[in-house]
């Protein structure tokens, strides 16, 4: 059995799907934050489909205060641990993540800080996200549910 064949993203279309400027996905990949999947004859870039959930997932982190040489560690673990599609590659191995144990390290310690307060807030957020929605639609929005289901 084929796989369907993958769906690129030129730079304003993977733009356009995660809400910002072509600018901005410009920028991300001027720092080394996305990289295109496949470049054309022509020079024109090229995203595959898990860029676009790399390319949130760096808005989400710097939105979270997390410092670029992190999130580009984070973009490059990921990639080396994910199909184009997104899809979990079982077979990745050390080998395949050009990061060193220190930079690992630092990634694990900024991921356990984010989880932490995560968890610290979920709470919290879930509550004051019921609250501001019955204020403010008349409780006609579905509240915001949390992964483990709470509410």
Do not use: C, N
């Amino acid at each position: 059995m084929t796989s369907p064949p993958v769906t690129f993203y030129t730079t304003a279309e993977l733009a356009r799907e995660a809400g910002v400027t072509r600018r901005t996905v410009m920028h991300y990949a001027e720092l080394g934050l996305l990289t295109p999947d496949q470049v054309t004859a022509s020079g024109r870039a090229l995203y595959g489909p898990y860029a676009l959930r790399l390319l949130r997932d760096v808005m989400d982190l710097r939105a979270l205060g997390v410092p670029l040489d992190e999130v580009r560690d984070m973009v490059i673990l990921r990639r080396a641990t994910h199909t184009l599609d997104g899809t979990y590659r079982r077979d990745w191995t050390r080998a395949d993540i050009p990061l060193s144990d220190e930079r690992l390290r630092v990634i694990h310690a900024r991921l356990r800080l984010l989880l932490g307060a995560y968890e610290r807030q979920a709470e919290g957020l879930a509550r004051f996200d019921r609250w501001l929605t019955k204020r403010f639609t008349g409780g006609d929005v579905e509240p915001l549910v949390l992964e483990d289901g709470e509410g």
